[in-house]
C-alpha cells in the first residue's frame, strides 16, 4: 500500500529565459504547486495525499506539466486557476479533467481510487 493514496508531481523546472526549450517554471507551475499544497492542507488530506515538486518531466512544451500517481494521468498548461477542479474532479471525485490531459498520454483511475 503506497504511504499515499495520490501524489501530484509538478515540474518546476526552470530555464534561462533565452532556453529554446522553455521551462514549466517560467510558465508559472511554482505557484500552481503552492495552490496545491494550499488546496490539499485546507481540506484535510494531508497524510493522505501530497503535492510535490518535480525536475523536469520531459514533457517541456507542454508546461507547465503535472502527474498524477498512481493512475499515471498527465495533464498539460496547469494554471493556478485549474488547481480547485483537479482536486475536486480527480483527487476526490475519481473523475480526470479531460480538458487539461496531455494529448497522447495514458493512464487511468484504477478501480478503487475512493479516497
Ligand atoms: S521543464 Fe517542465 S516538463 Fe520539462
Redesign the pocket.
Known sequence: MPPYQRHVFV?T?R?AEDNP????ALKG?EAVLERFKEELHRRGLKGKMRANAAG?????AF???VVIYPEGVWYAGVRVEDVVEIVESHLLGNVPVERLRMKGTTGALPPDSSP
Open positions: 515540474c523546472n530555464r526549450k522553455g521551462s514549466c507551475s523536469c518531466l520531459d514533457a517541456c508546461g507547465p506539466s
